[in-house]
């Protein structure tokens, strides 16, 4: 069992920002692919960017430029820095980490950022 931990989901006025935390109960930062999801109301659950264990990001297109991915291995903690914000990033944004060994996804319980004026 994995525990991941959000914070630091907000209400923010477009153009905002807000800097997401996923805190691991264990020590997997670096050691798996680790990602930032999001669900907005009545839809499905997208990639918003993932960070691999040589540190290379990868973004969703609707993102880039935006966001930035980032890690700190000491802490056990994925952070996503989110700047201009807009109406339609506004969703539960979801951290998890995907075990190839066993093909096991395993997902935190959602930080909620509402983006609104």
């Known amino acids: 069992q994995v525990q991941l931990v959000e914070s630091g989901g907000d209400s923010v006025q477009p153009g905002g920002s807000l800097r997401l935390s996923c805190a691991a109960a264990?020590?997997?930062?670096?050691?798996?692919?680790m990602g930032w999801y999001r669900q907005p109301p009545g839809n499905q659950r997208d990639l918003v960017a993932t960070i691999s264990t040589t540190g290379a990001t990868n973004y969703a297109d609707s993102v880039k430029g935006r966001f930035t991915i980032s890690r700190d291995i000491a802490k056990n903690t994925v952070y996503l820095q989110m700047s201009s914000l807009n109406v339609e990033d506004t969703a539960v944004y979801y951290c998890?980490?995907?075990?190839?060994?066993?093909?096991?996804?395993?997902w935190g319980q959602g930080t909620q950022v509402t983006v609104s004026s």
């Open positions: 264990r020590s997997i930062v670096g050691r798996y692919v």
């Open positions: 998890n980490v995907f075990f190839p060994a066993s093909r096991r996804n395993y």
